[in-house]
């Protein structure tokens, strides 16, 4: 069975701070692994996604994360926090190999951006 | 682009009342998805189409809960007899189906349930 766990329900940084939202999942085989973003009374946005290929993953407004298979991990990063970034993250894992392609997700990490 | 739509954005309702969601997806896409989201914590699968056809379906489905998908286009999804625990953001998603390079899912804004 596939899970992810999101280390840390609440993170807070500086203005202009490094970003790092922890994610490891837990995959048979191969996984597909996804971050969301949720602004409040909002749908989910795909930030980046992991399929196969380069490990190192780059998504939109300046976010990027990396698959390591021996650490099953796929954090996220981002180098200098912008207050627009406060929001719910969520990692997701999926299998696509001739499967439903349904989502798993983290119980989210808040984001507070602080000037 | 449209995007998915969902509608409506927001139902409060009596328990033991009925409601019923829709959600419109991307137009070419395929699949189509329903998640429930509880507050504070991640989307959770309900069940998803391929096309017209219910291929899968949660153990968090009750009886109560039914989905269509006619004519592989929107989708409704009704519950029937409502309870507090039913209390919810339920999400919309359609993608084209998995393997192919545009197989992302696409959220729409939700519906948010409260059942007083």
């Not at chain 1, 390591?68 to 991990?73: A, G, L, P």
């Not at chain 1, 989210?108 to 000037?115: D, E, R, S, Y």
């Not at chain 2, 999804?77 to 919309?92: N, P, V």
Request: net charge positive; charged share 20%; with cysteine.
């Amino acid at each position: 069975a596939q899970s992810v766990t999101q280390l840390g329900s609440h993170v807070s940084v500086s203005e202009g701070a490094l970003v790092l939202l922890r994610c490891n999942y837990s995959s048979s085989v191969p996984p597909y692994l996804f971050w969301y973003v949720q602004y409040p009374n909002q749908g989910l946005q795909l930030l980046l996604k992991y399929t196969t290929g380069a490990t190192l993953v780059k998504g939109i407004n300046g976010f990027e994360a990396e698959f390591k298979k021996s650490e099953t991990s796929f954090h996220l990063t981002k180098p200098s926090a912008h207050m627009s970034d406060a929001a719910e993250y969520f990692c997701a894992v999926s299998l696509f190999s001739g499967n439903t392609g349904k989502l798993i997700f983290g119980q989210g990490t808040t984001l507070q951006v602080k000037p | 682009d449209t995007g998915v739509s969902q509608d409506p954005r927001h139902k409060i309702t009596k328990r033991g009342q009925n409601v019923t969601f829709r959600c419109d997806p991307i137009s070419e896409h395929n699949r189509l998805y329903w998640y429930r989201q509880t507050l504070g914590q991640g989307p959770e699968f309900l069940t998803y189409f391929q096309n017209e056809a219910q291929l899968e379906k949660s153990r968090l489905l009750s009886d109560r809960f039914s989905a269509e998908r006619p004519k592989g286009s929107f989708s409704t999804l009704e519950i029937q007899r409502t309870e507090q625990g039913d209390s919810a953001m339920y999400l919309c998603a359609s993608s084209l189906a998995p393997g192919t390079s545009r197989d992302t899912q696409y959220f729409g804004p939700g519906t948010r349930l409260t059942v007083l």
